[in-house]
């Protein structure tokens, strides 16, 4: 992570990186269930306020302490009750001992795809399995690599610029942002430049920032082998939010336990 990653401007992520349809109420709807939750790479609590809500106790971890403030921002403004739900703690997915095991561990929109070695995903894998309690259940969703959108990748050339999205900011301003990617094939890995620009009123050019991220790939068959290596069995695995089937190209959301 660098001091231009998309993560140290939590703002703007949060303006345009709004996850999975779905995703908000699938993982609130477990995080009820089962009481007790731990969400890694919690970011800016996208998904930890409302499965708090929800009545869940959570415990969050993220390694970006901006991240992390923000989060802690958000929960300032939530009931006394939600606030007394949730724990938020700096640290690092591939190495953190709580000292304690979870019902639900979870690991919403892509995080674990920031983790580009096998020998860090391992690790991940591994802390999440010892802090599951014999019965408890670790979902991670991932997006499933588009063998289409990868091939076009590959053939236009790293400047061609994609538009993200666009947010009115109030008083007339607006933020854009466009993307450019770059592939990785050998790596199974991406990156993407965000270019941020706020506009006035009148159209001005107020401000323009540039965010980066990585994220790697992984097939399906990958993440069976490495749930097996890590000592984790696969309960089933969905392609949307909906208890849609998996399909090529779409999401992947994966639910194992202990082996
Ligand atoms: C796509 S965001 C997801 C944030 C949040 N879960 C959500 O759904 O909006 C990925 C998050 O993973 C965090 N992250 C990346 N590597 C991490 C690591 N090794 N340990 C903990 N968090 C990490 C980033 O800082 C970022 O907040």
């Not at 323009?208 to 990585?214: D, E, T, V, Y």
Request: net charge negative.
């Amino acid at each position: 992570m660098t001091e231009n990653d998309i993560y140290a401007a939590p703002e703007l992520y949060d303006l345009l990186s709004t996850g999975v349809p779905g995703d908000v109420e699938y993982f609130s709807k477990l995080a009820k269930q089962h009481k007790r939750v731990l969400e890694l790479a919690c970011g800016t609590g996208r998904i930890t306020l409302p499965m708090a809500q929800a009545g869940a106790k959570v415990t969050g971890i993220e390694l970006r302490e901006s991240m992390l403030d923000a989060a802690a921002r958000k929960l300032e403004s939530e009931t006394p009750a939600v606030q007394k739900r949730v724990d938020l703690y700096q640290g690092d997915m591939r190495s953190f001992d709580l000292g304690k095991t979870y019902p639900l561990v979870v690991i919403p929109f892509r995080a674990f795809q920031h983790l580009i070695d096998v020998k860090d995903q391992r690790a991940c894998l591994e802390c999440c399995r010892d802090h599951l309690t014999r019965q408890g259940r670790l979902v991670i969703n991932l997006f499933d690599p588009n063998l289409r959108i990868l091939a076009a990748n590959l053939e236009v050339n790293a400047t061609a610029v994609r538009k993200v999205g666009e947010v009115d900011v109030g008083d007339g301003e607006r933020v854009v942002a466009y993307s450019t990617r770059t592939s990785c094939p050998e790596e199974q890995r991406f990156e993407e430049e965000w270019i941020y620009e706020r506009f006035a009123a009148d159209g001005r050019s107020l401000w323009r920032q540039a965010r980066k991220f990585s994220l790697r790939w992984f097939g399906r068959y990958e993440m069976e082998h490495l749930f097996e290596l890590c000592g984790l069995e696969v309960e089933k695995l969905e392609g949307g939010f909906k208890g849609q089937p998996y399909q090529h190209g779409g999401e992947q959301i994966w639910t194992v336990k202990k082996a």
